[in-house]
């Protein structure tokens, strides 16, 4: 009988490869780790399962991330699911740029890319994803964007990290880490795919570009007026990558 060839580490004294990505993030000073690669990694997988379980398997799902770092991690939840179901799962992005409620306030934003999977939306159980929940309002702006492209049969929110503080009475419905959290503090999601590691880091929060004095750690602005005529589209948030005043 042939041997069995050891695979790589096995036997030999050399320790097997290490993960995909680091334990334990770079902190900048100031700041501190509340998640590492690892934990995010354990959060995900959780979240896939739950989903799995409150959707009977997954069948209708269709992921979309919020851009973003929520579309990564809608990717990263797809696969999970297909590796417990053995089961395709379509995924995509919605961008929230044109629905948002501080378009006048901030300076001009690139737009970003959305793609629904082929099939559509109709009659689908659509998963927002996102990295922070904050006030609520970049889930409210997506709720906009998502009656624009179709009729789900349901939506649910799947975030990795919700920091309390809300806004606007949205409530997330797979949660990675519940993290409390002062208005003084903000929330940085670190990704491989966007920042080369994995992480959630908690530190002071920073100023924002908005216009107007803004309210501490708050995307919404101490004396803003609406715009005349304007209609109450909402989705306000601080840039993604910072999530301080938003999601």
Known sequence: MRARKPTSGEGTGVPSPSPEVPE??????????????????RAL??????VLERTKGGEHVTLLGIPSRGVPLAERLARRIERVEDLSVPHGSLDITMYRDDLHLAPARALGRTAIPAGGLDDRVVVLVDDVLFSGRTVRAALDALGDLGR???VQLA????????????????VGKNLPTSLRESVTVQLTETDGQDGVLLGPARPSPLKGGLRPGSSQPSHSTPRPGSTARSGAQTPADTKEGDA
């Not at 993030?25 to 690892?38: C, K, Q, S």
């Not at 919700?162 to 606007?168: K, V």
């Open 24 to 41: 334990t993030p770079d902190v900048p000073e100031g700041t501190r780790a509340v998640l590492d690669g690892n934990e995010i990694n």
């Open 152 to 154: 789900p049969r349901a």
């Open 45 to 50: 997988t959780r979240i896939a399962h739950e």
């Open 159 to 174: 975030v990795l990290v919700d920091r309390g503080h809300r806004e606007l009475p949205i409530r997330a419905d797979y």
